[in-house]
């Protein structure tokens, strides 16, 4: 999920917890975690000063600064703030671009002797190679579609036989 004020990804460390899970990681008894109301964002891709005035814009009040974690806590409130603010860096961040979005092949199969008998290009895209004998290959498993004998594997009827 992209942040909309930074357009940065968000990586987010916590959100809703548990009461047993947040007793195992140390929150508090009266934790916003525990009602769903927040989250803590990792500040690896972001700038902690710019990200926090974003988070102020739509609503967000509570505030923990957790620098040598890596992450900011942020919640609905009370209004509050603690914690050891994170340094002010030198350089900004590089504008993030998001992967180009793949489409995905169709798959097929293909086959052939020698040692490597069976490719299939799945709609994945990736290449799986079986081995096989350089023995002639078998029919082919109706279910599976792969030129070796499986579980699946069962010869064609024929009428006469």
Same mark, same amino acid.
């Given at each position: 999920m992209? *942040?909309?004020?930074?357009?940065?990804l968000l990586i987010v460390r916590s959100g809703y917890r548990g009461p047993e899970h947040n007793r195992?990681?140390?929150?508090?008894? *009266?934790?916003?975690?525990?009602?769903?109301?927040? $989250?803590?964002?990792?500040m690896a891709n972001h700038d902690p000063v710019a990200f926090e005035?974003?988070?102020?814009?739509?609503?967000?009040?509570?505030?923990?600064?957790y620098?040598?974690?890596? $992450?900011?806590?942020i919640d609905l409130?009370?209004?509050?703030?603690?914690?050891?603010? $994170?340094? %002010?860096?030198?350089?900004? $961040?590089?504008a993030e671009t998001?992967?180009?979005?793949?489409?995905?092949?169709?798959?097929r199969t293909m086959t052939g002797g020698g040692v490597a008998g069976v490719?299939?290009?799945?709609?994945?895209?990736?290449?799986? %190679?079986?081995?096989s004998s350089p023995k002639p290959n078998p029919p082919s498993c109706r279910s599976c579609r792969i030129s070796t004998r499986c579980a699946g594997y069962s010869s064609p009827s024929r009428s006469g036989e």
């Open positions: 992209a *942040c909309r004020g930074t357009g940065k195992a990681v140390g929150g508090t008894t *009266c934790a916003k975690h525990l009602d769903g109301a927040a $989250f803590d964002i990792a005035a974003t988070a102020r814009e739509v609503g967000f009040l509570g505030f923990g600064y620098p040598r974690s890596g $992450f900011m806590h409130g009370p209004a509050r703030q603690w914690g050891e603010r $994170f340094p %002010v860096r030198e350089t900004a $961040f590089a998001l992967p180009a979005r793949e489409v995905l092949a169709d798959g490719a299939t290009l799945g709609a994945t895209g990736v290449e799986v %190679v079986q081995t």
